[in-house]
């Protein structure tokens, strides 16, 4: 489509180039690509100033730019049209939907599928090969269920959820509409829960639930376990990545974004639009506050405020952590003058 196409489409109020007749700035959009890896006939976007130089060379036909002069006018000067936006991320994301539709199968019920005549199944199904729902269990309208998913008695699946490939739905879980559970994925397994004594561990039973509320996606091969009691719970709209653990009693608020290999211990209280960055790790018990940010690799042991940002293992406070990392680097030097001041001393 043409480029003032796709802006109308979009509906984007923002300052424009792309109506103009001039062929050059109305070219015609074939498909999307990176900034840096943008060809003739595709749009891409930029984010702020300093991906500047990628405005003086990248091949792209149109570009999404923030609105910084500079900026348009660089491209503009190259013939390249565009539109400005205060979030040229999330205008870039809603032109992609344009462009590509993830694979959605035609309803039907595959004939190997084996589901229990106790099952309540809603409108519209898709039920993939030798997918497998036990006694009991309440599928919604519109849910897709691709090849080899199994589904434990009484699990509850809301309307228009994705449960893709392999994963498995353990029995007591609650699984909200217009969810996406990815391959590999096991929701409501039981926690880790075993109690000490003279002789061994006595395992503790996990009778508890586990319940994902509306919008919520996780990634593949994560865990989501359900406790001794009470529930595990993910709050609405919360986004998970691959390869997570969350723990029995977990509570994880609304709208927060878990990157891959995060840990949760068991009864870890998260509040609403919390970061956690890759591989951080949360220790039994601990509260995060609401807008929370943990960066990479963080090891929180304690209680963390709301709308803090924390860095390194322990957690500390991002600004404290930068500047204990600059002085890490000093540490040999540092080393070596306390050497030679001891050595001065000694000599006195």
């Not at 984010?47 to 570009?63: D, I, M, N, P, Q």
């Not at 927060?256 to 220790?283: D, P």
């Not at 090891?299 to 600059?326: N, Q, R, Y």
Request: net charge negative; aromatic share 6%; glycine share 10%.
């Amino acid at each position: 489509m043409k480029f003032s196409e796709l802006v109308q489409t979009l509906g984007e109020a923002a300052t424009c180039n792309s109506l103009n007749t001039n062929k050059d700035c109305d070219p015609e959009i074939t498909g999307l690509a990176a900034v840096d890896e943008a060809s003739a006939g595709t749009l891409s976007y930029v984010e702020g100033a300093k991906f500047a130089a990628e405005v003086g060379k990248t091949k792209a036909s149109a570009l999404i730019l923030p609105q910084e002069e500079t900026l348009q006018l660089q491209a503009q000067e190259r013939g390249i049209a565009w539109i400005a936006t205060s979030q040229p991320r999330l205008l870039f994301a809603q032109a992609i939907a344009l462009f590509y539709h993830p694979f959605r199968p035609a309803p039907e019920i595959h004939p190997t599928a084996v589901i229990h005549p106790s099952v309540y199944l809603g409108n519209h199904l898709y039920i993939g090969a030798h997918v497998v729902i036990q006694a009991g269990a309440k599928i919604g309208d519109g849910v897709c269920i691709h090849p080899n998913v199994v589904i434990y008695p009484e699990v509850e699946i809301g309307d228009r959820t994705v449960l893709h490939a392999n994963c498995t739905i353990n029995e007591r879980t609650r699984i909200g509409a217009d969810c996406v559970i990815h391959s590999g994925a096991v929701i409501g397994a039981e926690g880790f829960g075993f109690v000490p004594t003279a002789t061994g561990w006595f395992k503790m039973e996990q009778s508890g639930y586990t319940v994902l509320e509306d919008g919520v996606e996780v990634g593949c091969n994560s865990t989501i376990d359900r406790p001794a009691v009470g529930e595990t719970r993910i709050g609405r709209n919360t986004k998970i990545d691959n390869l997570v653990q969350i723990g029995h009693g977990c509570q994880v608020g609304a709208n927060c974004a878990i990157a891959a290999q995060v840990g949760l211990a068991g009864g870890v209280k998260v509040g609403n639009q919390v970061i956690l960055g890759g591989q951080v790790g949360i220790a039994n018990q601990v509260k995060v506050g609401d807008k929370a940010i943990a960066g990479a690799k963080a090891g929180i042991h304690h209680d963390v405020e709301p709308g803090t940002i924390v860095s390194g293992l322990p957690a500390v406070p991002h600004k404290l952590f930068l500047k204990a990392s600059a002085i890490y680097t000093r540490l040999p030097e540092m080393y070596q003058s306390l050497k030679q001041i001891q050595r001065l001393l000694s000599d006195k």
